[in-house]
Structure formats: C-alpha cells, structure tokens
C-alpha cells in the first residue's frame, strides 16, 4: 500500500505543477493582451488626443453654463468679491471696512474689478444688476478654465508625454466635479489665478526661467498660496545656473512681492484682513473649514479639555510650516540636479497648504494644477479621487442636501474631513519624494510612455 499511495500522491503533485502552469500561461496571456491593448488604446488617443480635448472642452464649458445660468455664484462671490472689487476699480479703500470680506492682495480685487468693468461696463452695483455682474464674471472663469487645461497639455507635451498620461489630467481638470463643477455653484475668485500659476510652470518647463519667476511671483500676489514655491525654484536656478545668471530673477520677483505684498500696508486695514484672516481660529469652533488645525480648534478641547490660546495655534503653525519648509528647501539644495520645475513648484505648494490654518477645496486645486502636469497617470488619479472624496465630504459637512451623514457637521466631522484633505496634499508629497531619489535623465523618465506601460515590454510585430 505504501509505494501505491507515494505514486498517486506524486501523480497527484504533477497534475497540480501543470495546472499551475498552465493557469501562470493563461494569465500571462491574459495580461499581455490587456497590456497590448492598452497600448493601441493609448496610441490611438495620442494621435487624435487635440480632437478629443477641444471636444471635451466644449461638452464641459457647455454644462458650466448651463449651471451658471441657474445659479448666483454664492454669498463670497456677490457679498464680497464683486462689492469689494468695485470698490477698489472705484479708487476707495477695499480694506477699510469689513476687513475680513475681502483677505486677498490688491491684485485680485483689481483683476475681479477690471474684469467687470470690461464684460459690465459702468453697470453700478444694486440689487437688480448684481446677479448679471455674477455671471459675467464666471462666464470669464470658464475661459480661464480651458486656459488652465490646454496649459497642463501643452506642458506634458513639452515634457514629452503622449497618449493617456498627456490627455487625463487636462480631462480631469475639466471634468471632476470638485474642480470644474463647485467652483460655479459658490464661486472663488482663484479660478482667475490658476491660468496664472500654470503659465509660470510651462515656461519653467521650456527653460524660460525669468519669464516662469516673474509669472509664479505674479500668482503669488494674486493669492498667496504660491509664496513658498518662489524661494524654492530660485534656490533650484542658482544651483542649476548659478547665481549670476539667476540674479535677475531674484531681484524682480523680489520686486513684485514687495510691489504686491507689502507696499499695500499703506492701506488701512491691509494688514489686518489679510493676515487677520489667516491667522484666526476662524468663524467657527472647529467647523469653519477643513485644516489639521482644528484638531486645536475642537478636538483638544472636547477630548483634553485643553483650550490654547489664539497665539499658540499661530505658534504651532509656523512651527509646522518652517520645519517643512527647511526639509523641502534642504531638498532642492541637495537634489537640484534631479529635480524638475513642476515637481519643485509643487512641493513649495504643498508645504504650505499642510499645516495651513484654513484650508477649502480651491486653495488645493492650487496645487493639484502643477500635479497634473507631472504625467504620473496612476497617481494623478488617485489624487483626484481623494479631492472629490474631500469635497464630497466637505458639502455634507456644510449640510447641503442630500446629506446621508449628518454627522459630518459636527466638530468631530470636520475633523474627519480635515483628514481626507490632509490626504491629498501627504499623499502628493509622498508620491513626489519618492521619486526624487531615483537617478532619471531630468523631465523624460515620464515622457517615454505611460506609467502604467512600464512594467511589461511594448510587445513587437516583426515580419517573417
């Protein structure tokens, strides 16, 4: 009995080695026709991918406007924004009251205001015409929109990415809902800038370093969001160029910040809107927006009873932003010839969206354009999936209908959204960093083929 048992059992073991094997064969077959036509599918969107982008452009406009008809644009825009910004066209002071309406420099508030004196005329602010002034306004948002969209495919392209890895991240600027649709519901003057900050990194890109400074210095003093990329891409130009060559850089965007930024403390109430703002707990415990800070605001106070001071929490948050700032700029320093404009504009962005002490899903979308244009197509759309996720949140946070969780209202619920924001950005940083220590020939790694191609072989049709 024992010999016939030992021969059934390795009878046994050989037919399971051969439907292993055969099972491996069938999967690798499988998987080679999967990635065989995924490379006609992504080289048949690189030879039409203009057509499929100007008619994705169309179809998106086509909704916004539609949403755009339907809708006011918000209590920021109409409350503040437009109020404001014809103030300031108007010569008075925008500052001088109600100062926390309008926490932004000069240059918004005159660009929002040169933009309805254009499409408005000398249409004066009532009751009556402010919802037309509403609409001129967005209606001029959807073209910075297509701007912003046809800048990121123009740059992947100078970068030399093709196929689906150069039309998804235009696709999904236009397309996902937290970027192309909420923004027109209530409406934040940032859609303006964007185009701004997106023309800074393609010229970075196609090496015109003075013209990319001045534009990511011109952003800056649109909204100060960019403020940590411009000492990190000058550090990146001096490494790279030397400091000769970069010194004209420095010194004019050290002019427009000054220009921009600090000339307008003259203005009474300056100071106090735009560094009020920032440097508040906000308008509610907790529950005024989506930062790691309200876990200062709320969370400590429920659960340690531990209620800090005002100036502590600013204490904790430039602590937070200077320690991330020292890590980022000790990384180009020491990585200069590794790292790319793109993902150089995009740590400056991050940094200083982490820690900051209000956070909404606009000022991310600041860094989410420099993202797009790195051509990763895998972790652009995790990203992306992670803002909607955050915004999502964030809506029922707000109680917009429907509301499934109501709970999300509550300090707690913030904080849980704060989390999901918290995401997008670590997980950004994360995805850049790892890169970085890779040894890669500078903006081509990514241009060659997309990410999701480069584990298997482009598979060969040769001739007999």
Same mark, same amino acid.
Not at 43 to 56: E, F, K, Q, R, T
Not at 221 to 238: D, G, R, S, T
């Given at each position: ?24 064969k ?16 992504? #080289? ?15 179809l ?65 602010l $009532? ?30 392209? #100078?970068?030399?990415v ?15 809902p ?16 964007? +185009? /701004? ?10 090496? =015109? ?14 909204? /100060? ?14 490494? =790279?160029?030397?400091?000769?060559? $970069? ?16 000339? +307008? ?37 429920s ?5 800090? +001071? ?8 430039? #602590? #937070? ?25 995009a ?22 354009? +420099? ?28 109680n ?27 997980a ?5 960093? =790892?890169?970085?220590?890779?040894r ?18 482009i598979?060969t049709?040769?001739?007999?």
């Open positions: 009995m024992g010999p016939r048992l030992a021969l059934t059992f390795s009878i046994e073991r050989l037919f399971s080695i051969l439907e292993r094997a055969r099972l491996g069938l999967l690798e077959s499988l998987s080679l026709r999967w990635h065989s036509s995924l490379v006609t599918l992504d #080289a048949a969107v690189d030879n039409y991918s203009p057509l499929i982008l100007g008619g994705l452009i169309a998106t406009t086509f909704q916004k406007l539609t949403l755009i008809l339907r809708t006011d644009g918000g209590g920021d825009l109409l409350g503040a924004d437009i109020p404001k910004s014809m103030m300031l066209i108007a010569g008075q002071n925008p500052y001088a009251s109600n100062p926390w309406a309008s926490p932004y420099p000069p240059l918004l508030l005159a660009m929002l205001g040169s933009i309805i004196r254009v499409t408005s005329g000398g249409m004066t $009532t009751p009556d015409t402010i919802a037309m002034i509403s609409r001129n306004v967005r209606m001029t948002g959807l073209v910075a929109d297509v701007l912003v969209a046809l800048l990121v495919f123009v740059t992947l392209r #100078a970068r030399r093709s196929g689906l890895s150069a039309l998804v991240p235009p696709a999904l600027f236009l397309a996902l937290s970027i192309s649709l909420s923004p027109y519901y209530w409406f934040n003057s940032d859609v303006l800038g964007y +185009p /701004i900050l997106a023309a800074s990194v393609l010229a970075l890109v196609v090496k =015109r370093y003075f013209l990319g400074s001045v534009l990511l210095a011109t952003a800056t003093i649109f909204k /100060i969001h960019p403020i940590l990329a411009i000492p990190l891409v000058l550090v990146w130009l001096v490494k =790279r160029r030397g400091i000769a060559k $970069t010194l004209p850089a420095i010194i004019t965007t050290v002019s427009i910040l000054s220009l921009g930024l600090v000339l +307008p403390d003259i203005l009474p109430g300056y100071l106090e809107s735009v560094l009020g703002f920032n440097l508040s707990s906000g308008f509610g415990v907790g529950t005024s927006s989506f930062t790691m800070m309200n876990l200062l605001y709320a969370v400590f106070p659960v340690f009873h531990l209620s800090l +001071p005002t100036t502590v929490e600013n204490q904790v948050w430039l #602590a #937070a932003t200077a320690a991330l700032f020292a890590a980022a700029l000790g990384i180009v320093w020491s990585r200069a010839r590794e790292l790319n404009p793109v993902d150089i504009v740590i400056g962005l991050l940094v200083w969206l982490i820690p900051l002490r209000q956070i909404y899903t606009h000022y991310l979308v600041w860094a989410i354009v +420099p993202l797009l244009m790195r051509g990763r197509l895998r972790q652009t759309l995790m990203v992306g999936s992670l803002l909607e996720l955050a915004n999502t949140m964030s809506s029922w946070s707000w917009l209908p429907p509301d499934p969780f109501p709970v999300l209202a509550t300090a707690y619920g913030f904080f849980v959204t704060s989390l999901v924001y918290f995401s997008v950005n670590a950004s940083l994360v995805f850049i960093l =790892r890169e970085i220590g890779k890669r020939q500078p903006d081509t790694q990514d241009a060659s083929r997309p990410m999701f191609l480069e584990r298997y072989p598979p049709i040769r001739s007999i």
